[in-house]
């Protein structure tokens, strides 16, 4: 009998609960233990359900009320003195570790954000410093096992492994990586012991790191890790999860350390296939077979599935072949089931993560049925796959292939370009802006909900939406910003409101996947060719730029970050799809320019994403289209038109030199989180575009001072020539509250305008 295995389960629940609890959490309106007692009844429903669903392998301590690599550092008591120092609860301290902390007993920044290798998840980056004293720290992971085991379900905890922590710590100190790998050991083996006692059959160590490019160096701390580890689990059996890609670096020395399980991830894994064809597959050993789909949301083709499936039966017997996920299902929503408004005809062709039970289930069923291509379950899936809708537009395929070099070439040259465009806009030094959106506050968001009900009329939405921008816009005046943004108040999300407003897209209701902490994001559904059918940010833009003589950005979010961060269709390549996008936001910012907008920033937040894990995939799988779509949406514009762009919580030291070749005028970074390590990339890359390293962190409540945000521009201007040096924060301001907002630019605006009067 074979069977089946979940990676991982969404936490944030199917409408937001935990959202919504935490976040009242940090208002005070709940206590801890309601929201711990509110956690725990959302954690049984998801246990109950994928036991209901047939699931066999059910993950526990997958739940995190922040993040899950927080959550080990947390439990590997990685938490650094200036946050222990605050003497807050453990809970409060946790979340000091993830958003910072600003109060009576003290003024701490946040951890670090990184995106989760290629998503659109965050993880906060741990740290270890020489004062860190790794140690078992705290219950969690084996009081969510008990919880479950009272409920009659038993799970396989789930924890992120010892390689994969050491790998994406940050260290400070002179100590290196080397230095904690004993402790961090010691730790695991105490948590077997515990989990062993407990009665645990199985635990699931995560260790995603193998599937990127290792040294000797790592491979061999790998290796030291976990022979020691092995050596010492008793009678626990280990599962070595891996996922978003293969892992071709290790695969002999995986296979040969005696795991009990490995997961490989049949999805993306180019060479995961073949890498158990070819090199054999250790005896006795479960292979967790990641087949489902765990980060798009179109319904398995039980055909190619079980072709694969079969294929590895040749190597493996089949009572050895966990059929599993290819990745946590955190990354997809809820269910399909809460989707009213979908049509049927497109609905029927998505699986979301209760979906994708069930085509484990199927899967199963079907695998072990000598004669599935018989059965009706088979046949219905292939009928379904069949009928799938392409949704074609052959003007778009014609533009497509009209395509030549010339237009994704932008003249003059930067050099030419910059100089015009000084003349034209006539900014001072180090000028001030912000990435684009304002806080959504309640009232915003309650005029959006009443559209949607029919409460008012579209024109009346407008005429309130149009009111909020003037305020804006008046606000900034005051501040005394230099560059001002309309601040996006009809925009739910940054990438779905340009989807409602293309062809070639589909949305839902509760389609809600985690980003960060409590910030989840409602992808599109790309299902067909991609285009324009009229301008819709226009008349905002322009409405926001007609109450002031300073410059207005136009905002537009660019294709790239488009594709990245909606579910894309997986019948054309991910190029065609960026190259549509694109061509689709030219007409949007010849529109802008055409209506007087001297400036149009085309944000590609999500560039790096989608990076290949491997350096060797960078240039044929990704960046040879990537960069090329973004400089197709601006390659037209007049040479007095300054595009900028932004870019945040990735590392980006590695492709600086193709940042670069997108031609953008300005770009600004993330920066404050990662302390400016972007500008010493800029700086040894000779960097050639302007730009606007964040000098404080949006992500947290806490108000930056005017001394702390003089410093960090003092300190960058030290590296980057002021005459091409922007002042901003982070990244939008979307998440934040008004107070913090506003307390914050006039502080930045103040600071920029001190270092200013020094030049």
Not at 316 to 345: D, F, H, N, W
Request: proline share 4%.
């Amino acid at each position: 009998m074979s069977k089946t295995a979940v990676i991982g389960y969404p936490r944030v629940g199917s409408q937001r609960e935990l959202k919504f609890w935490t976040e009242d959490y940090f208002k005070g309106k709940i206590s801890a233990d309601v929201l711990q007692a509110n956690a725990a009844e959302l954690r049984s429903k998801q246990w109950l359900l994928q036991q209901q669903r047939g699931v066999d392998f059910i993950p526990s301590n997958d739940f995190s009320f922040y993040d899950g690599v927080l959550d080990t550092a947390f439990l590997l008591n990685a938490v650094p003195k200036v946050y222990r120092d605050l003497r807050l609860s453990d809970l409060d301290t946790y979340f000091a570790l993830a958003r910072g902390y600003q109060g009576p007993k003290g003024d701490v920044k946040a951890l670090s954000l990184r995106k989760w290798f290629n998503t659109n998840y965050h993880y906060l980056v741990p740290v270890l410093d020489d004062e860190t004293e790794i140690r078992l720290n705290g219950s969690v992971p084996f009081d969510q096992y008990s919880e479950a085991m009272a409920l009659g379900v038993r799970t396989r905890p789930v924890l992120i492994g010892p390689f994969t922590f050491l790998t994406l710590a940050e260290l400070k100190g002179k100590k290196r990586r080397e230095d904690y790998t004993a402790a961090v050991v010691a730790v695991y083996r105490q948590i077997f012991e515990r989990f062993t006692v407990l009665g645990t059959d199985w635990l699931q160590l995560d260790e995603p790191a193998l599937v990127t490019d290792l040294s000797a160096d790592e491979i061999a701390l790998f290796i030291s890790i976990y022979r020691e580890l092995l050596a010492g689990k008793g009678g626990l059996k280990l599962l070595l999860q891996t996922y978003f890609g293969d892992i071709r670096d290790v695969y002999a020395q995986v296979t040969g350390l005696g795991f009990d399980g490995i997961g490989l991830d049949l999805v993306e894994g180019k060479q995961s296939k073949d890498l158990v064809l070819e090199k054999g597959f250790p005896q006795g050993t479960l292979l967790f077979a990641g087949v489902v789909n765990g980060k798009n949301i179109w319904r398995n083709d039980y055909g190619k599935t079980l072709t694969l499936l079969k294929e590895l039966e040749q190597s493996i017997p089949q009572e050895r072949i966990v059929i599993g996920t290819s990745s946590s299902l955190l990354l997809v929503p809820y269910t399909v089931a809460a989707e009213t408004a979908l049509p049927e005809e497109d609905k029927k062709h998505f699986a979301f993560a209760e979906e994708k039970l069930l085509e484990l289930n199927d899967l199963k069923t079907l695998f072990e049925d000598p004669n599935y291509t018989e059965n009706p379950l088979y046949k219905e899936n292939a009928a379904l796959i069949q009928s799938r809708s392409s949704h074609r537009d052959n003007t778009v395929g014609d533009k497509i292939s009209a395509l030549r070099n010339d237009d994704f070439i932008r003249l003059p040259v930067f050099a030419e370009r910059e100089k015009i465009q000084k003349r034209a806009l006539g900014l001072p030094l180090l000028p001030t802006t912000t990435i684009g959106s304002f806080p959504q506050t309640a009232a915003v968001k309650a005029l959006r909900s009443k559209l949607r009900k029919n409460e008012i009329t579209a024109e009346e939405y407008k005429t309130a939406v149009k009111q909020k921008i003037a305020d804006c816009v008046a606000l900034q005046e005051e501040i005394g910003l230099d560059v001002l943004v309309h601040g996006e108040f009809e925009r739910n999300d940054m990438v779905e409101y340009f989807g409602e407003n293309l062809n070639g897209f589909l949305f839902t209701q509760n389609g809600w996947v985690l980003s960060y902490g409590t910030r989840c994001v409602k992808p599109p559904i790309i299902r067909g060719d991609v285009s324009r059918g009229k301008p819709f940010t226009v008349e905002y833009i322009v409405h926001a730029q007609q109450q002031t003589e300073k410059p207005v950005k136009g905002m537009l979010t660019g294709p790239v970050t488009i594709l990245n961060w909606s579910f894309p269709r997986e019948d054309i390549p991910n190029r065609i799809i960026a190259f549509q996008i694109a061509l689709a936001l030219k007409e949007e910012v010849a529109d802008l320019e055409a209506n007087g907008i001297r400036i149009v920033q085309i944000d590609e937040a999500a560039l790096k994403e989608k990076l290949p894990l491997r350096r060797a995939d960078w240039r044929s799988d990704y960046l040879d289209w990537a960069i090329p779509a973004f400089r197709l949406v601006h390659s037209s514009v007049k040479p007095e038109t300054q595009i900028h762009t932004h870019m945040c919580y990735s590392e980006f030291e590695d492709i600086v030199q193709d940042i670069d070749n997108m031609d953008a005028d300005v770009i600004s970074f993330e920066a404050a989180r990662s302390h400016h390590a972007i500008v010493d990339a800029l700086v040894r890359a000779k960097f050639k575009t302007e730009v606007g390293p964040g000098v404080y962190d949006i992500h947290s409540p806490r108000v930056p001072s005017e001394e702390e945000i003089t410093a960090a521009i003092v300190a960058i201007k030290e590296e980057i020539a002021v005459e091409k040096l922007w002042v901003n924060p982070d990244c939008g301001l979307k998440t934040r509250g008004e107070p913090e907002t506003i307390a914050s630019l006039k502080n930045l605006v103040k600071a920029a305008r001190g270092v200013r009067s020094t030049l």
